[in-house]
């Protein structure tokens, strides 16, 4: 049985037009919620600016669920 992740809450504050843009964007994309879309959009941010902590982090989770 694969444990969940201990998930921890983050606030933000973004303007107006941002957040009418994400909402736009999700309309268009399989986001359900803000937080599935903020989820990704730091994942996408991690992956394309620093791949090798990215790597790192799906290694060490993939040690922790075996």
Do not use: N
Not at 47 to 64: C, G, Q, R, V
């Amino acid at each position: 049985m694969e444990e969940e992740p201990e998930l921890q809450v983050i606030s933000v504050k973004i303007t107006k037009p941002l957040l009418r843009a994400i909402k736009e964007y999700m309309k268009l994309d399989a986001h359900v919620t803000i937080s599935d879309f903020v989820r990704d959009a730091i994942r996408d941010k991690i992956k394309t600016d620093a791949p090798w902590l990215y790597e790192k982090i799906l290694s060490s989770k993939a040690e922790k669920s075996s």
